[in-house]
């Protein structure tokens, strides 16, 4: 009994320590509050960055659909937020690296729908030249609608096609597949988000159910703003 009893204290002992930590570390993170990163957020500087890189986004998205004639979007959505990045990385650093606290970002998402066989979809927009796609998405797209360039393919592969940034925006275009589906999820822990909606404001599941197979091209700005 005294054994288990004495086992018991160094065990509540450990977790006591463990919690003072844990109280140091967040204490060492320092920085802003959330509620002070959701005010900073909606601040006349913020806003000032956010407004620049939604012309810029809302520009290229035009670009695409003045580039590619015959794509008809069936909805354009536009998704902002600013996240706290801060994280539990350090969580029991007591002298944790200074890093950035909260940063905004912005993507675009073009839904569309074609009766058309993918691979002659794809090889169109390739063929538009309205977006620099990445050699090796490239080669690894033609594998897998049977080129024979010697490549392999991961089981998990998923087709698609990637560019590098151009102007502080990157794209990436994917589309339905046996294996996958496109989704139009975003992520629920922002500190503050917005949606906008161009065309409709209908659900991805709800636009392939009247339409048929999806595609999303996307568009992803860098951060206009980061908190230290």
């Not at 794209?171 to 065309?199: C, I």
Request: glycine letters at 6%; one cysteine or more.
């Amino acid at each position: 009994m005294t054994r288990i009893k004495r086992t018991a204290k160094q065990a509540g002992g450990l977790l006591i320590a463990l919690a003072i930590m844990r109280v140091s570390a967040c204490r060492g993170l320092g920085g802003p509050s959330k509620r002070e990163l959701r005010k900073l957020a909606t601040s006349a500087e913020v806003q000032a960055k956010r407004e620049a890189t939604e012309k810029d986004v809302r520009e290229r998205v035009r670009a695409i659909e003045t580039g590619v004639p015959w794509l008809k979007p069936l909805s354009v959505v536009t998704y902002d937020q600013c996240q706290d990045v801060r994280g539990n990385f350090h969580l029991f650093d007591p002298n944790p690296p200074k890093k950035s606290s909260m940063i905004c970002w912005m993507s675009a998402y073009v839904f569309f729908s074609t009766d058309r066989n993918p691979e002659d979809v794809v090889n169109d927009i390739r063929l538009s030249r309205v977006t620099e796609w990445t050699e090796s998405s490239v080669n690894d797209l033609l594998t897998y609608y049977g080129d024979d360039s010697g490549l392999q393919l991961s089981e998990r592969y998923v087709p698609s096609l990637t560019s590098c940034s151009e102007g502080g925006i990157s794209e990436s275009l994917r589309w339905d597949t046996e294996n996958e589906k496109v989704t139009g999820n975003f992520p629920q822990d922002a500190l503050w988000d917005r949606y906008t909606y161009r065309y409709s404001e209908k659900s991805v599941d709800r636009l392939r159910q009247e339409n048929g197979i999806m595609y999303m091209w996307s568009l992803h700005a860098n951060a206009y703003h980061t908190a230290s």
